[in-house]
C-alpha cells in the first residue's frame, strides 16, 4: 500500500470517529436534528435515541451513526 493510501485511509478513519463520537452527545444530536427536519420544533434530546451500531468482530465500512426520533 503506498503511504498516499494510507496517509487517506488514516484521515477518513479520524473524521469518521470524530462526527460519530460528536453527535452520541445528545446536544449535538438534537442540533442535527433540527437542520435535517426544521419542520419538527418540538422535539428534545429526549425524544432522540442513539442506535448506533458498533463494529466489533470485522474491519470495513458499516453504518456507523443512526438514530430514532421517539414520541
Known amino acids: 500500500m503506498s503511504s498516499s493510501t494510507e ?4 484521515k477518513y478513519t479520524i473524521k469518521a470517529s ?4 460528536l453527535f452520541t452527545i445528545s446536544k449535538y444530536l438534537l442540533q442535527m436534528y433540527r437542520v435535517l427536519h426544521p419542520e419538527d420544533s418540538s422535539v428534545t434530546e ?11 468482530l470485522i474491519n470495513q465500512q458499516y453504518n456507523d451513526l443512526g438514530f430514532s426520533r421517539g414520541s
Open 7 to 10: 496517509e487517506s485511509l488514516a
Open 18 to 21: 470524530v462526527f460519530t463520537d
Open 46 to 56: 429526549a425524544d432522540l435515541t442513539d442506535v448506533t451500531h458498533v463494529n466489533i
